[in-house]
């Protein structure tokens, strides 16, 4: 049974950071492709940055310099460190994982909001 569990959101003033984390079990996590995924109000769905099972990691140009993506296999855990933060990265945030050729996501997300 897979999970993906977000944590980590919370408000922000803009120019401010945040850690979000996200804690995998129920499968062989250290070897799938992970990523982050952001929905705003009245927005798609858009992904905000992913990082393979050897940690090369890929980035939207909206995040590229802010953001970093990161994990750790040991802990399970995928991370995404948000630094100089814009009212516009003001979403929920999700983690997901490439399964089959899909992402999936399986948490309820983490709210981010920068004012």
């Known amino acids: 049974h897979v999970q993906l569990v977000e944590s980590g959101g919370g408000s922000v003033q803009a120019g401010g950071s945040l850690r979000l984390s996200c804690a995998a079990s129920?499968?062989?996590?250290?070897?799938?492709?992970m990523g982050w995924f952001r929905q705003a109000p009245g927005k798609e769905r858009e992904g905000v940055a992913v990082?393979?099972?050897?940690?090369?990691?890929k980035y939207a140009d909206s995040v590229k310099g802010r953001f970093t993506i990161s994990r750790d296999n040991a802990k399970n855990t995928l991370y995404l460190q948000l630094n100089s933060m814009k009212s516009e990265d003001t979403a929920m945030y999700f983690c997901?994982?490439?399964?089959?050729?899909?992402?999936?996501?399986g948490g309820q997300g983490t709210q981010v909001t920068v004012s």
């Open positions: 997901s994982s490439l399964t089959d050729g899909s992402w999936f996501t």
């Open positions: 129920g499968y062989s996590y250290r070897s799938y492709v």
């Open positions: 990082v393979d099972s050897d940690g090369r990691t």
